[in-house]
């Protein structure tokens, strides 16, 4: 199953406004998205699922929201984007919701409290943390859209 879009969100902060929109409008225009609650089967395991939806998908829209850092789902999705970015032609849009995109980069506003408490968790994982911060930082430096300047 081939991918064209797949989406990286936080969803209690965007899947029922902007995320939802942005769903169907690419649905409407023929694009196959993918999106976690709707594509992943009952009982399906999670993560290589993810996995594979990222590497079959030609492109990736991250909604960076104040609570997406908070999420290691998300921060392990965006890694894994980030990566594929500088491995292959996937295509990556970020779009600030509700964020600043040079708080996403210097991880500043609702980032530093979401960070804190990911190393207190992974004490014994700081790569995995660092990982996270490194992908946050590269995909602010990517041109995309900025949802307060609309």
């Not at 699922?49 to 829209?61: N, W």
């Not at 032609?89 to 210097?106: A, E, G, H, M, T």
């Amino acid at each position: 199953m081939e991918v064209s879009v797949f989406l990286s969100f936080r969803g209690e902060e965007t899947q029922t406004n902007f995320t939802d929109h942005l769903y169907v409008a690419l649905k409407r225009e023929g694009l196959k998205t993918f999106r976690d609650e709707e594509d992943l089967e009952k009982g399906q395991s999670i993560e290589p699922r993810l996995d594979e939806a990222i590497e079959e998908s030609r492109s990736a829209i991250v909604v960076l929201s104040p609570s997406y850092a908070s999420s290691t789902w998300c921060l392990n999705e965006l890694q894994k984007i980030s990566h594929l970015k500088e491995e292959s032609s996937l295509q990556v849009f970020p779009i600030f919701y509700s964020v600043d995109p040079s708080d996403v980069k210097k991880q500043k506003g609702s980032f530093p409290e979401a960070f804190k408490k990911h190393e207190e968790r992974f004490t014994q994982d700081k790569m995995k943390v660092q990982g996270w911060r490194d992908a946050l930082e590269k995909v602010a430096t990517i041109s995309g859209w900025h949802s307060q300047n609309r």
